[in-house]
């Protein structure tokens, strides 16, 4: 079971920079036994998926529309991962959820309550 908690979203100015957390409480297993991912959706989309990294191994993946700008993150002695966001833009605006898995093949079934991003001069 793991609990997600994400924080640190708000408003920020076009080209700006914020960095979400998300803290995991876990149980039966340990959090590097993990894959987190965030996801966002934006008013009137679907959620989609932004990044996610494989805890054991620490390998990363990128959504097309933010590689070079978002990076996640994780700090394992506190069950947290990390959004770190740069040169946001306005499209960007969204509410930003954490997620959880065991495994690759699978959907991830574990999320927080969400946090919002809001990109705007």
Do not use: H
Not at 67 to 78: A, L, Q, V
Not at 109 to 117: L, R, S
């Amino acid at each position: 079971q793991v609990q997600l908690v994400e924080s640190g979203g708000g408003l920020v100015q076009p080209g700006g920079s914020l960095r979400l957390s998300c803290a995991a409480s876990v149980s039966g297993r340990t959090f590097n036994s993990y894959i987190m991912g965030w996801f966002r959706q934006a008013p009137g989309k679907e959620r989609e998926f932004v990044a996610q990294m494989k805890l054991s191994s620490g390998s990363t993946y990128y959504a097309g529309s933010v590689k070079g700008r978002f990076t996640i993150s994780r700090d394992n002695t506190e069950n947290t991962v990390y959004l770190q966001m740069n040169s946001l833009r306005v499209e960007d605006t969204a509410v930003y959820y954490c997620a959880a898995k065991i495994y690759e093949t699978t959907s991830y079934n574990y999320w927080g309550q969400g946090t919002q991003v809001t990109v705007s001069s």
